[in-house]
């Protein structure tokens, strides 16, 4: 089946220490994003990436950077994370604008 | 700027009884509107979709979801409820333009079901 995965599903990581998530997919599609939940609130995107094109929404944090290699993989890496970042992470893909946003299951970020 | 509202944080329904879980938003042009199940330490699972035509969409699972343009409600429906129906239900709305690529969520009802 078509899907969004993501790597790994619960991470551990010290105050500080750069930590990297990884999302791939097989669905084709040509839109990836990067989404951070807290608590149960609604996900907030942080980024996404048109083809090559990465778009970084105005109220992200610098400490938060994408890189997309190719179509299948995206990676969200923390450069230093604080205790503020601790949440989980969404990915999610779709052929275009505006279509339906396909989410992965997610990696639960815990800092310590 | 666009917006979603789910007025209510949680919604208590009896198993076998109807169900409804209102969603109210805010856009510019013509919306495209979505609701997504998310179940406990799980990604968001999608539902169904509004775009144009019909005002009543059906999804998975038995739900279905109504457009009121008049009124700019989604409220998402189903005729009887299951234990497994209770999870988070969040709509979510994209504009068109610039910003179109934001899907922007409300924050969210909880949906238990009693047995």
């Known amino acids: 089946d078509a899907m969004v995965i993501q790597n790994p599903r619960y991470q551990v990581t010290q105050f500080g220490k750069p930590v990297t998530l990884s999302c791939s997919q097989t669905?084709?599609?040509?839109?990836m994003y990067w989404y951070q939940q807290k608590s149960s609130q609604a996900p907030k995107l942080l980024f996404h990436?048109?083809?090559?094109?990465?778009?970084n929404e105005a109220d992200t944090p610098d400490n938060f950077q994408s890189r997309r290699p190719n179509t299948s993989f995206c990676f969200l890496d923390i450069r230093s994370p604080g205790l503020g970042d601790a949440a989980m992470y969404l990915c999610?893909?779709?052929?275009?604008?505006?279509?339906?946003?396909?989410f992965g299951p997610g990696t639960r970020l815990l800092v310590l | 700027a666009q917006s979603v509202a789910q007025p209510e944080d949680q919604v208590n329904v009896a198993e076998g009884n109807p169900l409804t879980v209102k969603c109210t938003y805010s856009?510019?042009?013509?919306?495209?509107l979505f609701w997504y199940v998310q179940y406990p330490n799980r990604g968001l699972q999608f539902l169904l979709k509004?775009?144009?035509?019909?005002?009543l969409v059906k999804g998975s699972y038995g739900f279905e979801a109504e457009f009121n343009k008049s009124q700019t409600s989604f409220h998402l429906k189903k005729p009887s409820a299951l234990v497994s129906d209770s999870a988070l239900y969040f709509c979510?709305?994209?504009?068109?333009?610039?910003?179109?690529?934001?899907?922007?969520f409300g924050k969210g009802t909880k949906l238990s079901v009693i047995p």
């Open positions: 669905l084709n599609h040509n839109v």
């Open positions: 509004y775009i144009t035509g019909d005002n």
């Open positions: 979510a709305v994209s504009a068109s333009g610039a910003g179109s690529y934001q899907l922007t």
């Open positions: 999610a893909t779709s052929s275009r604008g505006r279509e339906t946003q396909y």
């Open positions: 856009v510019s042009g013509n919306p495209y």
């Open positions: 990436y048109y083809d090559k094109d990465f778009n």
